[in-house]
Structures are given as C-alpha cells and as structure tokens.
C-alpha cells in the first residue's frame, strides 16, 4: 500500500494495496516522500483503490468506491461515502454523513454542508467561461439536507438552500431557496411538499 510522508490513518480501517494515501500535491512533487506531509484518515474507514491528496483530511466511518480522487487541502466529515469515480477538488469543505454516487464533481472550493446527497454523475461548476477569460472561480455552496439528482448541473456562483431538491438532469442558474425543488432547464422553482420537507436519512 503506497503511504505517502506524514499520512495517519485511523484505528480498524481498511485500506485497500493499491490505493495512494497522502499522495504529494503539485507543491511536494519535489520533496523526499519522507517529507511530504500526507493526509488524515479518519477510524474505521473503508478505502479502496483511489488517491487521497496529501493535506486531504477525511473523517471517521469514509466508505469510497473505486478510482475516486480527493484532492489536496480538502476536508471530509464524519459517515461519507465517495462513490466510484467521485472528483472532489483542493481546497473544499464536506460535512458529514454526505452521499456522493458514482461520477459525482465537486470543484475547487465548493462548501458542502451536512446529510447532502449528490447523485450519480451530477456536477457542481465553478467557472463561466473556461479559458476564454482571466481565471476566476465562483465557489458553490450547498447547505444542509439538500438532494441533488443524477445529471444535475449546478452552475458557478450559486447557492443552493437547506433542504432543497434538484431534478434530476436540471441546470440550476441562480440560488436556490431553501426547501424548494429546482427542475428544468434552465432550473425553475417551486415550493416542496410537506412530505419532503424533512432532514435527508444519511448516514
């Protein structure tokens, strides 16, 4: 199992041989692997085949699938689940019991909060006008119980409010209120039914 520098991992986790735990970000590549700071896993996480950053800090009880990424200075909560081919970029913030299905992006400095679900191959952007103007992200945060469905897109800038719900193959162009469902594209809102304005079961 390649361990990378400083990386410390958690008591009864399960790390699978051919994941990379702390592997060295564009700033360590010239740095003695002995000197590359690594990244955290929390206990009893499950880890198969995929690459966890170094200065990543997973939390306690991570599940992922296989070749997901967590990139560097990026912080995961408690009860996660990564999915297969999951893409979570530097520098964002995860809460806990988060559910993210196969495919799922989550760019450069996205705030994701608690009990969020994102679905299969659903994508959070955060930028407009890729090389075509002077680089400048518009993080996106997405607050607490919210559901987000397969083939989603979530566009720069925004943000989605607790509890919302997004269709599934929905493009969302503004911010979302809180315990609406967004639907359509481009994204149109409507208030949630009171059987859906309830906390997400995660975790």
């Known amino acids: ?30 740095k003695n692997r002995d000197d590359i700071e690594g990244c955290t896993i929390g206990a009893n996480s499950t880890i198969r085949p995929g690459a966890i950053y170094s200065t990543a800090k997973v939390g306690k009880n991570t599940r992922t699938g296989h070749n997901f990424l967590v990139r560097e200075n ?31 992006y989550i760019p450069t400095g996205s705030k994701i909060g608690n009990r969020v679900f994102i679905g299969p191959n659903a994508s959070l952007t955060n930028d407009k006008t890729p090389l075509r103007t002077e680089y400048k992200l518009e993080k996106i945060t997405v607050e607490d119980d ?11 800038g925004i943000t989605v ?11 969302v162009t503004k911010n ?3 315990w609406h469902i967004a639907k359509g594209f481009p994204a149109v809102f409507e208030e949630l039914p009171e059987s859906l304005k309830k906390p997400n079961r995660l975790g």
């Open 1 to 30: 199992m390649p361990v990378f520098g400083k990386s410390k991992i958690g008591d009864s986790c399960f790390i699978d041989p051919d994941a990379l735990i702390g592997y060295p970000h564009k700033g360590e590549l010239d």
């Open 74 to 104: 990026t912080v995961v909560g408690d009860g996660c689940l990564i999915g297969t081919n999951v893409v979570i970029d530097n520098d964002c913030i995860v809460g806990n019991n988060c559910s993210f299905q196969t495919g799922a």
């Open 146 to 156: 919210v559901t987000v469905g397969s083939n989603a897109t979530l566009m720069p």
């Open 161 to 171: 409010g607790e509890g919302a719900f997004i269709a599934g193959g929905a493009v």
């Open 176 to 178: 979302v209120p809180a």
